[in-house]
């Protein structure tokens, strides 16, 4: 008997790693596409997994309100009947000394970076169907204690501590709850305002001696919510290439 196709939301999931993401746990169910601004990329996501046979639906909500993520599970009951998988991939990035850190920006990341975590696995524990599967996305930055990443890595060293957390809380409904932790990756979210040069010197640090690309982690969640990562828990998988 094939195994039941599973539902998945993807915060975040409009271009880059949770594009990835989407399109790769497409092909196991339907995903949720989760977008905050324009619309249009995620609808052509959306078009691009139905091209291909899939089954998804975009859904606009800012998972740094409380109220987003209600709007996300109600959008995928009502769509395809429950939530099986939640990816909670949404982030931004705003980089300063913590001298030069304006209010605003700080109370911005916090409430993507880290609200938007809990909110997410607050839902989960609440509205996912028992056996599900929750990933949290961290960094490999955590550890680094790099200047100007101060706020950036607090909210992921505090993600890291609400999976662990969760997965011990929801690990008793069959649900698993783990981080991926990427390194630099190709994306607009790490390449940003870096020059050429910048992007050359964070290669060198890299055993492998290359910026991931969003597949690379796509494949790392993909293990996760399928069924040979079904004994893993609580754990924070750091895709990053060797960089430590």
Same mark, same amino acid.
């Given at each position: 008997?094939?195994?039941?196709?599973?539902?998945?939301?993807? @915060?975040?999931?409009?271009?880059?790693?949770?594009?990835?993401?989407?399109?790769?746990?497409?092909?196991?169910?339907?995903?949720?596409?989760?977008?905050?601004?324009?619309?249009?990329?995620?609808?052509?996501?959306?078009?691009?997994?139905?091209?291909?046979?899939?089954?998804?639906?975009?859904?606009?909500?800012?998972?740094?309100?409380?109220?987003?993520?209600? @709007?996300?599970?109600?959008?995928?009951?009502?769509?395809?009947?429950?939530?099986? &998988?939640?990816?909670?991939?949404?982030?931004?990035?705003?980089?300063?000394?913590?001298?030069?850190?304006?209010?605003?920006?700080?109370?911005?990341? &916090?409430?993507?970076?880290?609200?938007? &975590?809990?909110?997410?696995?607050?839902?989960?524990?609440?509205?996912?169907?028992?056996?599900?599967?929750?990933?949290?996305?961290?960094?490999?930055?955590?550890?680094?204690? !790099?200047?100007?990443?101060?706020?950036?890595?607090?909210?992921?060293?505090?993600?890291?501590?609400?999976?662990?957390?969760?997965?011990?809380?929801?690990?008793?409904?069959?649900?698993?709850?783990?981080?991926?932790?990427?390194?630099?990756?190709?994306?607009?979210?790490?390449?940003?305002?870096? @020059?050429?040069? !910048?992007?050359?010197?964070?290669?060198?640090?890299?055993?492998?001696?290359?910026?991931?690309?969003?597949?690379?982690?796509?494949?790392?969640?993909?293990?996760?919510?399928?069924?040979?990562?079904?004994?893993?828990?609580?754990?924070?998988?750091?895709?990053?290439?060797?960089?430590?």
């Amino acid at each position: 008997m094939p195994e039941q196709r599973k539902t998945a939301i993807v @915060t975040g999931s409009s271009k880059g790693i949770g594009a990835a993401i989407a399109t790769r746990l497409a092909d196991d169910g339907a995903v949720v596409v989760n977008y905050s601004g324009a619309a249009s990329p995620a609808d052509a996501l959306v078009a691009a997994i139905e091209a291909k046979g899939g089954e998804a639906v975009a859904v606009k909500a800012d998972v740094g309100e409380a109220s987003a993520m209600e @709007t996300l599970f109600d959008g995928a009951t009502a769509a395809f009947g429950g939530v099986d &998988v939640l990816i909670n991939n949404a982030g931004i990035m705003k980089l300063a000394p913590l001298a030069a850190f304006e209010d605003d920006d700080f109370h911005r990341q &916090v409430a993507v970076n880290l609200h938007g &975590v809990f909110y997410g696995l607050r839902a989960a524990a609440r509205r996912m169907r028992d056996g599900g599967r929750v990933v949290n996305f961290s960094s490999s930055v955590v550890g680094l204690y !790099q200047p100007a990443y101060g706020v950036y890595a607090a909210t992921k060293a505090a993600t890291e501590a609400l999976t662990h957390i969760a997965a011990k809380e929801l690990g008793k409904r069959g649900i698993t709850v783990n981080a991926v932790a990427p390194g630099p990756v190709a994306t607009d979210l790490f390449l940003g305002e870096k @020059t050429d040069e !910048q992007v050359e010197q964070v290669k060198k640090m890299i055993p492998l001696g290359r910026l991931g690309e969003p597949d690379d982690i796509a494949r790392v969640v993909s293990f996760l919510v399928g069924p040979d990562g079904g004994w893993v828990n609580g754990q924070v998988l750091r895709a990053n290439g060797g960089v430590v």
